[in-house]
T-cell receptor, first 112, second 114 residues
Framework: DAKTTQPNSMESNEEEPVHLPCNHS???????IHWYRQLPSQGPEYVIH???SNVNNRMASLAIAEDRKSSTLILHRATLRDAAVYYC?????????????FGAGTQVVVTP | KAGVTQTPRYLIKTRGQQVTLSCSPI?????VSWYQQTPGQGLQFLFE???????NKGNFPGRFSGRQFSNSRSEMNVSTLELGDSALYLC?????????????FGPGTRLTVL
């Protein structure tokens, strides 16, 4: 049970922003939201994570709803290299030691 | 700093055989997690090791086992291979395996069972 819901796929034009939604309506107060992505023929890679506040890093921004039941990953200017499957993951209890529960993710297609 | 390495990268086995996969974590990382990725089930957590102890386990049969050595390197073993064990096996390392730790994934070992 991945405990998050994401659209199967999204398309974007190169150099345009991409907003990837994630629903986690059963989230508990101590659960973190993590985003990983998997490029073709590679292992997943970390993108960003947050708890309550919006977060920014060099790869993306994470906007977390005030009630924390949903979040949005924002890629500010999509490049062809951003074409990947993006996974939204929530975890936060001690039985999550080293464990990421991946769902099906969102396949992002970037068009030149 | 070198990334997570996995050996071998590709492996072909036949049903009933056993296989051992190896993972070398990033230097200084003490937690190693293993995942299985298949087209049908996606990415599924197998188990996690920290300081040579299995601390967490996913929902896989006992044919899947692992261990961790004192240098944090880890191996996973699958005995009595079945066709359904054909998958990409990924290992990931992190500093402590804590919920806020970033996991760094290796390139995976592609196992084909004939």
């Amino acid at each position: 049970d991945a405990k998050t819901t994401q659209p199967n796929s999204m398309e974007s034009n190169e150099e345009e922003p991409v907003h990837l939604p994630c629903n986690h309506s059963t989230i508990s107060g101590t659960d973190y939201i993590h985003w990983y992505r998997q490029l073709p023929s590679q292992g997943p890679e970390y993108v960003i994570h947050g708890l309550t506040s919006n977060v920014n890093n060099r790869m993306a921004s994470l906007a977390i709803a005030e009630d924390r039941k949903s979040s949005t990953l924002i890629l500010h200017r999509a490049t062809l290299r951003d074409a990947a499957v993006y996974y939204c993951i929530r975890n936060g209890t001690t039985d999550s030691w080293g464990k990421l529960q991946f769902g099906a993710g969102t396949q992002v297609v970037v068009t030149p | 700093k070198a990334g997570v390495t996995q050996t071998p990268r590709y492996l072909i086995k036949t049903r009933g055989q056993q296989v051992t996969l190896s993972c070398s974590p990033i230097s200084g990382h003490r937690s190693v997690s293993w995942y299985q990725q298949t087209p049908g089930q996606g990415l599924q957590f197998l188990f996690e090791y920290f300081s040579e102890t299995q601390r967490n386990k996913g929902n896989f049969p006992g044919r899947f086992s692992g261990r961790q050595f004192s240098n944090s390197r880890s191996e996973m073993n699958v005995s009595t291979l079945e066709l359904g064990d054909s998958a990409l096996y990924l290992c990931a390392s992190s500093l402590t395996g804590d919920v806020v730790d970033t996991q760094y994934f290796g390139p995976g070992t592609r196992l084909t069972v004939l």
